[in-house]
């Protein structure tokens, strides 16, 4: 559990959460070093992305993505659907739809639809 915990700790540095508000003890901090960086706002600055596998007490697997700002593509269309090599329908927050934070791209080779409206 302690490398799980270390790992999502470390994806979430990527991800560059802001964290309001938090408490944590010095043992829990000293134990789970990843986890205090992202409530203490340590940022990852090597990679751009990751990509790892988890898996639970039960043996489910899981694959988390995560990426910082300086990726500067869409985590489902450059990450997720071609490591799934599958077609995606999403629903995301994309910063609002006036950031002009990432340009379209026309040119992928999976089929990716954000969804805007569900009902």
């Known amino acids: 559990m302690t490398a799980s915990v ?4 470390l994806q979430l540095t990527y991800n560059q959460p802001w964290v309001y508000d938090y408490q944590i003890s010095p043992q829990l901090g000293d134990k789970y070093p990843t986890m205090l960086n992202v409530i203490t706002g340590v940022q990852h600055s090597h990679d751009s992305n990751v990509e ?4 639970s007490v039960q043996q489910t ?7 910082s700002p300086s990726f500067n593509q869409d985590l489902y269309s450059a ?3 071609p490591s799934l090599q ?9 910063n609002g739809p006036k950031s002009g934070n990432l340009p379209s791209a026309c040119n992928q080779t999976s089929r990716l639809v954000f969804l805007l409206l569900v009902i």
């Open 61 to 67: 697997v899981f694959i988390v993505f995560a990426k």
């Open 86 to 94: 599958c077609n995606l329908l999403t629903e995301t927050w994309q």
């Open 6 to 9: 270390y790992n999502i700790g």
């Open 79 to 81: 990450m997720v659907a």
């Open 52 to 55: 790892l596998i988890h898996s």
